[in-house]
């Protein structure tokens, strides 16, 4: 029989690979969506799938559309990726990211609870739960500090996970992802921000690229391989939580270095430090141990930072030449 899957935040960077990995396994792929903002759809576009998902209207914050959504899909896995998730975005809207990236797991959990409770269930959980780092390498082990209000959010959804994974028994399982980046990503997080610059100062568009802290480290993968990861954990006999990482970290410095490069370009000569884009509270260092990953899920990150890096800005380069 077809396994069919329900996505939520299938119109995120996540998202559509999530669903072209599902589809190409032979699933029957339905994403849930909620009717805000413009073009929502170029995601999926871009990846060649919009039409081959099913998109089913609904809101993380409205439970009964959770239900319907999961009677419609008759879902055997269950993937909630939906959130607010720019963390500068967490100080300017707390309560809104309270709601949207954290209490809203308990709908989304309570709707698997009730509809099919059989049903496997992924939560995408985040390195920066770490927030002021316990360990110089972050494995599941690593006590939490928070240090924003997106961190303390996820950290609710994760420990609820945990907590519904116990007190229902249901398959629930937690991906604590440390930062992932593609062509698909966000204008506004800053790996995206500095390819589309350095494609656009390449040519002659943008004279100046403006960032914040650029010696905090970062543990960078390929969204592509992570969610990978994702649907591993949802097939494994017993649920459990995974820290999924490259185990290597890099500045942003260095990576507007690899960026600029790549197109000829030395960083130095277009890169303004703004304070503006300082967060009132810094992670500093993130890197995660994926040991635990490798050895019970067969999984490992396949492509470098290099390969990333190069993969978006010569995405980005394409753009800015339509445009």
Known sequence: MTKSALITGITGQDGPYLAKLLLQKGYAVHGLIARRGTDTLWRLRELGIENDVTLINGDLLDLSSLIRAMQLSKADEVYNLAA???????????????????????????????VNPQAHFYQASTSEMFGLIQAEQQDETTPFYPRSPYGVAKLYGHWLTINYRESFQLHASSGILFNHESPLRGIEFVTRKVTDAVARIKQGKQKELRLGNVDSKRDWGFAGDYVQAMWLMLQQETPDDYVIATGRTTTVRDMC????????????????????????????????NPAKAKQKLGWEASTTLEELITMMVDADMRRVEKA
């Open 84 to 114: 607010q998730s720019f963390v500068a975005t967490s100080w300017e809207q707390p309560i809104l990211t309270a709601q949207v990236t954290g209490t809203s797991v308990a709908n989304v959990l309570e709707a698997v609870r009730i």
């Open 257 to 288: 270095e690899i960026a600029f490069r790549h197109v000829g370009l030395n960083y130095q000569d277009y890169l303004v430090i703004d304070p503006k884009f300082y967060r009132p509270a810094e992670v500093d260092v993130l890197l995660g």
